[in-house]
């Protein structure tokens, strides 16, 4: 069974930085564009940073210059390297894997990631 599991939410302070990590069990990995999405309260969810099999990233505007999305194919790892949080930035983060179309799309449950003083 396929899953995705994401860690390193939590509440940091404006300004502040924090990083997200995902482990996928998912085989052939490296296939994956990895991505990270967001969802705010009463906002759809959101692309926040993807990045493809050949690493290349694309992200939101909102948090280009801040954020940093990254892959470890070994460890079947992928990271958000989150810095100069504002309050925009409170949502559930959500960890994807999208092999379509050889392979399937895939969700983790999500971590909150809070920014406020």
């Known amino acids: 069974q396929v899953q995705l599991v994401e860690s390193g939410g939590g509440l940091v302070q404006p300004g502040g930085s924090l990083r997200l990590s995902c482990a996928a069990s998912v085989s052939a990995f490296s296939f994956y564009t990895m991505g990270w999405y967001r969802q705010a309260p009463g906002k759809q969810r959101e692309l926040v940073a993807s990045?493809?099999?050949?690493?290349?990233?694309d992200y939101a505007d909102s948090v280009k210059g801040r954020f940093t999305i990254s892959r470890d194919n070994a460890k079947k790892m992928t990271y958000l390297q989150m810095n100069s949080l504002n309050p925009e930035d409170t949502a559930v983060y959500y960890c994807?894997?999208?092999?379509?179309?050889?392979?399937?799309?895939?969700w983790g449950q999500g971590t909150q990631v809070t920014v406020s003083s």
């Open positions: 994807n894997a999208d092999g379509r179309p050889l392979f399937r799309n895939y």
């Open positions: 990045i493809t099999r050949d690493e290349r990233t």
